[in-house]
């Protein structure tokens, strides 16, 4: 499989996960079924596990410039997770688009900083080596 299509799909199943999980929290009336901040708890670390598996898979293949590719893979999920958001979650949810940026958006912002400090570990380890 080519890296950016693996790359996309690794961030198609960091949107998805949580998405997924989440939607098990609502009742059949589009409810909440549970205590807010429980379920933006859960929902933060599902995301921060899913980029972190999803980096460590990736990292796997990459054998050079881990600072760079770290970068490039976050912004890309970040990125595509922004724009998932934007054609489903947003309609599905009635958000204004400010309340989204507030209570999800900004979130995301996640996927980056775990890649990235991923990104410089494998660096600094590689260098080590030298």
Not at 3 to 24: D, E, K, N, R
Not at 25 to 47: E, P, R, S
Not at 50 to 58: G, I, M, P, R
Request: glycine content about 8%; charged content about 10%.
């Amino acid at each position: 499989m080519k890296p950016i299509v693996h790359m996309l799909l690794s961030g198609l199943l960091i949107w998805l996960t949580p998405f997924l999980l989440g939607s098990a929290f609502y009742d059949a009336n589009g409810n909440l079924a549970t205590d807010v901040f429980l379920f933006k708890t859960i929902m933060i670390l599902v995301l921060s596990l899913a980029a972190s598996v999803a980096t460590v898979k990736n990292f796997k293949k990459i054998d050079s410039n881990f600072m760079r590719q770290g970068l490039t893979m976050g912004f890309v999920w970040m990125f595509l997770s922004l724009l998932l958001d934007i054609i489903i979650l947003i309609p599905i949810s009635g958000m204004s688009g400010i309340d989204y940026t507030y209570q999800i958006g900004l979130r995301y912002l996640i996927i980056p900083t775990i890649s990235t400090s991923c990104g410089f570990v494998a660096h600094s380890l590689y260098q080590g080596k030298r």
